[in-house]
């Protein structure tokens, strides 16, 4: 297979493969700090994976890693068959086909919810405004939030937020969604809206690496769930089994420590 770089065309660079994303003993260091140590994983086209873990195990370093929010010191990554470690333009390329929603929305609080969802398509895409605008107000009904379109995020609630971040990263149409903990910052009863939305997306084959700690969402929606414990990877199971029957004492305490 040919690794090319040195072009932003996504197309261009991409490798023939089934695989969304493969990771290749990777590891990365916050100054002495060792915090992913030899990660593999493969991920492939339409996946769901939920990885959990301790707080502090790495998992939000892990798909940081993805779309080159962080950078890594050690082995490879590939997203959507282009390798990311090969700098140059590949950074861009990925950025364009991944999308991620974090865990405080990072919406722009002076831009409307359909200004937030059409300014990275006009702006890194080259979209034309008027489909720009119909792509937004598609995605914003998809979250079942069009009559949001003209308001500022401030005057919405954290879970109309969420979801317009969703709506946001779909506006990209990404190739591979990225989620960090997108529950955790929103109150108990805004949860579900949220992980609805997120079960649409999944239904739908949207190939999502979600770090959260919704382990019925992890039960009901995952292909695969993945433990982290101290920047490794400590075991990567079906839903049935991991939670029936671990086969790690790590996962084993981790799981008795959280309800699920
Ligand atoms: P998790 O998502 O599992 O809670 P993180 O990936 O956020 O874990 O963090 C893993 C470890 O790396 C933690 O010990 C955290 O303190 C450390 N860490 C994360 N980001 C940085 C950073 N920018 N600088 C230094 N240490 C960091």
Redesign the pocket.
């Known amino acids: 297979m040919a690794e090319r770089s040195g072009t932003k065309d996504p197309a261009a660079l991409r490798q023939e493969s089934d695989l969304a994303v493969r990771m290749e003993g990777v590891g990365k260091w ?2 002495d ?1 060792h ?1 992913l140590k030899d990660i593999d994983l493969e991920v492939r086209n339409g996946e769901r994976i939920v990885i959990c ?10 798909i ?1 890693c993805l779309n080159q929010l ?1 950078a890594i010191q050690q082995g490879r990554i590939f997203v959507d068959g282009i390798e990311l470690t090969a700098g140059g333009g590949n950074i861009d390329a990925i950025r364009q086909e991944v999308g991620m929603v974090f865990q405080q929305f990072n919406l722009f609080p002076h831009m409307t919810v359909l200004q937030n969802c059409t300014l990275a398509p006009m702006k890194v895409r080259g979209v034309a405004r008027a489909e720009a605008e119909a792509t937004a107000r598609k995605y914003l009904e998809r979250v079942r939030i069009p009559e949001q379109a003209e308001k500022y995020p401030a005057q919405l609630s954290g879970g109309q937020q969420q979801r317009v971040a969703i709506a946001r990263a779909l506006c990209m149409n990404p190739r591979l969604m990225l989620f ?2 997108p529950t955790s910052a929103l109150d108990p009863e805004m949860v579900k809206e949220v992980l609805d939305t997120m079960i649409d997306l999944a239904q739908e084959g949207m190939t999502m690496i979600c ?1 959260t700690h919704e382990m019925g969402f992890a039960r009901g929606v995952a292909d695969r769930v993945i433990f ?1 414990d101290e ?1 490794e990877i400590v075991e990567v199971a079906p839903p049935e089994t991991f939670f029936e029957n671990p086969g790690h004492e790590r996962t084993r305490t981790f799981l008795g420590q959280i309800a699920h």
Not at 53 to 62: A, F, N, V
């Open positions: 916050y100054g700090f915090a873990g301790p707080s502090g195990s790495g998992k939000s370093t892990l940081r962080e960090d903990e770090v982290m920047g």
